[in-house]
């Protein structure tokens, strides 16, 4: 009884340090680059990929970024939604990837 016992509390053991192992606290773990809650963006070019921002959220992102007058809002094959907005006294196109990076389109 005692072996059967010794036993399984071993194997117990050995399952749940392997669960652990197999999920690294969350300080150890690669960022999630498909969401950028920073506030800064993590590109300079849009990152094309499935974009799930409407129109309407598309247009308070970029304008969170300091824009203003956002017009002619478009989604492009890409995923990528592009527009042409005001900043700082003139007008440029801008840009808004699925990861939230707003940057003026070169």
């Known amino acids: 009884m005692k072996k059967t016992t010794l036993l399984l509390l071993t194997a117990a053991s050995l399952l749940a340090s392997s ?3 197999q999920n690294p606290p969350a300080a150890d773990r690669p960022n ?4 950028n809650s920073s506030g800064q963006n993590n590109s300079s070019q849009p990152v094309a990929g499935a974009n799930s921002f409407t129109e309407g959220q598309a247009k ?3 304008e969170e ?6 017009t002619a809002l478009k989604k492009d ?9 005001s ?3 003139s007008t440029a196109d801008v840009s808004l990837d699925f990861q939230g990076n707003v940057n003026p389109t070169k």
């Open 60 to 62: 308070s992102k970029i």
């Open 32 to 35: 999630n680059n498909a969401v």
């Open 65 to 70: 970024a300091g824009w203003t007058n956002v």
């Open 87 to 89: 900043k700082g006294g």
């Open 77 to 85: 094959d890409n995923g990528v939604w592009r527009g042409k907005a």
């Open 19 to 21: 669960a652990f192992a």
